[in-house]
């Protein structure tokens, strides 16, 4: 007897590090056997939580929750719990004390808190440094 994985729909967040996660622990009661019902239930975690429950639900971005159709196996866990990275999450400050200094053979290298380079950087507002 073979037993085949299947796909079922689960609700995921943007974790700090920019990776697209579960949501919710990797247990079959946390995915759904269809995206109505994810989107559903989604869609009543937001009405019945404020924005404070949902930002600290949402690792600080509920505006990145999401219903996402993950691979399980015939139990209902999902196979992978990590789906991608998510670009477009900021760093929020950089904070350079006035002992550090630049020119222009200088390397400034962010790396995430697994300890990987961050490579795809865009500056949305640059400061000066005599401001």
Same mark, same amino acid.
């Given at each position: 007897?073979?037993?085949?994985? !299947?796909? +079922?729909?689960? !609700? ?16 079959? +009661? $946390? /995915? *759904? %056997?269809? #995206?109505?019902?994810?989107?559903? /239930?989604?869609?009543?975690? +937001?009405? $019945? $939580?404020? $924005? =404070? ?9 509920? #505006?990145?929750?999401?219903? +996402?159709?993950? #691979?399980?196996? /015939? ?10 990275? =998510? ?7 950089? /904070? ?5 200094? *630049? %020119? ?5 290298? !962010?790396?995430?808190?697994n300890g990987n380079d961050v490579t795809d950087i865009r ?9």
């Open positions: 007897m073979s037993l085949s994985n !299947i796909t +079922r729909y689960a !609700i995921t967040k943007v974790n700090k590090d920019g990776l697209i996660v579960l949501a919710s622990a990797n247990q079959g +009661r $946390n /995915h *759904f %056997d269809t #995206e109505e019902q994810a989107t559903k /239930h989604l869609a009543l975690l +937001r009405a $019945n $939580n404020s $924005n =404070d429950n949902l930002k600290y639900f949402a690792d600080g971005h509920p #505006e990145k929750l999401a219903v +996402r159709a993950i #691979e399980c196996y /015939h139990h209902g866990d999902a196979i992978g719990t990590v789906f991608g990275y =998510d670009p477009t999450i900021t760093i929020n400050a950089l /904070h350079i004390d006035d002992t550090t200094s *630049f %020119d222009e053979n200088s390397e400034l290298i !962010i790396r995430d808190s500056i949305a507002e640059q400061m000066s440094a005599n401001t």
